[in-house]
C-alpha cells in the first residue's frame, strides 16, 4: 500500500460521521477510532512512519475491534469495518511508501 491509499482511506473515514448506536462497547469503541485515527495523523505528518510503540498499539486496537465488531447492529457496522481497513491499511504500509 502507498500513502495515497491511507490518504483516500482517512478522508473517506473522515467524512463519514460517527455512527448512531446503543452498545456497551461505545466507549472502548470511540477511543479505538481515536488512537486508529491519532496513528494516521502521526503517519501523515512523518516521513518515518510509525514508531515499533505505535505499530504495536494499532495492531492491539486492530484485535479489540475485530472483537467488538461481531457484536454490533448491522446499521453501524460499516464504520468500524472501514475503520478496521484503515488501521490494517496503515499497519501493512511502510513509511516510504
Not at 14 to 27: E, L, N, T, V, Y
Not at 57 to 85: G, H, S, V
Request: charged share 25%; proline share 5%.
Amino acid at each position: 500500500m502507498d500513502r495515497t491509499a491511507i490518504i483516500s482511506a482517512w478522508e473517506l473515514h473522515c467524512a463519514d460521521g460517527w455512527p448512531q448506536f446503543s452498545s456497551p462497547h461505545q466507549g472502548p469503541l470511540m477511543t479505538i477510532d481515536t488512537v486508529i485515527g491519532g496513528c494516521v495523523v502521526y503517519y501523515l505528518d512523518s516521513s518515518d512512519g510509525l514508531d515499533d510503540q505505535r505499530l504495536a498499539i494499532l495492531k492491539d486496537c486492530l484485535d479489540d475491534l475485530d472483537n467488538l465488531t461481531e457484536e454490533l447492529d448491522a446499521e453501524c457496522r460499516p464504520y468500524f469495518l472501514r475503520l478496521r481497513q484503515l488501521g490494517s491499511l496503515l499497519l501493512h504500509t511502510s513509511p516510504t511508501s
